[in-house]
């Protein structure tokens, strides 16, 4: 088992393993939406020349994470701790295979696109759970977003129409 096991809850891995996208924040800046790959328990994101950006995160030690499901809603956000797997060795050789075999539109086969990442400086880093998720739905300082509105829970209700009696003998 490994670390990022003993800090992650049920929530957030069942979240993680139907995650291909995943909107991550370094330093508390904006969160970005990334693809992303779900193995071992972690998330597996690729950025640099070439694939998406993701400034910061390569170099960061802590994220933000948020995974939301198929209504579009926020499902959980939880902290991350964010390590980078370096080209070269036996994590690499293992991990970049298999994130790369999971890349839409590749250009080519996976091992070219691998040996790509690694000549071009592309950063695989794994976003592991480290601690509780965040809870409530609080609104971020500074979105501009508002709260839903209260709607009325008691309404009348109608009578359904009738276009005749129907009588028995």
């Given at each position: 088992m490994t670390?990022?096991?003993?800090?992650?809850t049920p929530l957030v891995d069942e979240a993680m393993k139907k995650a291909s996208v995943a909107w991550v924040a370094v330093a508390g800046g904006p969160s970005l939406a990334l693809w992303c790959?779900?193995?071992e328990g972690a998330l597996f994101v690729v950025s640099g020349p070439g694939e998406q950006a993701a400034p910061g995160l390569a170099?960061?030690?802590e994220a933000q994470v948020t995974l939301r499901g198929d209504h579009g809603g926020r499902i959980v956000t939880w902290p991350a701790r964010v390590t980078r797997v370096v080209p070269g060795t036996d994590?690499?050789?293992?991990?970049?295979?298999?994130?790369?075999?999971k890349r839409l539109n590749a250009p080519g086969p996976t091992a070219d696109l691998v040996a790509r990442w690694a000549a071009d400086g592309c950063a695989l880093v794994r976003l592991a759970a480290a601690g509780e998720p965040v809870q409530g739905g609080d609104l971020p300082a500074g979105s501009l977003a508002e709260p839903?509105?209260?709607?009325?829970?008691i309404r009348a209700t109608r009578k359904p129409f009738r276009l005749?009696?129907?009588r028995r003998r």
């Open positions: 670390d990022a096991a003993e800090h992650s790959v779900p193995l170099e960061a030690d994590e690499w050789d293992t991990l970049a295979p298999l994130v790369g075999a839903p509105r209260p709607a009325p829970v005749h009696r129907v």
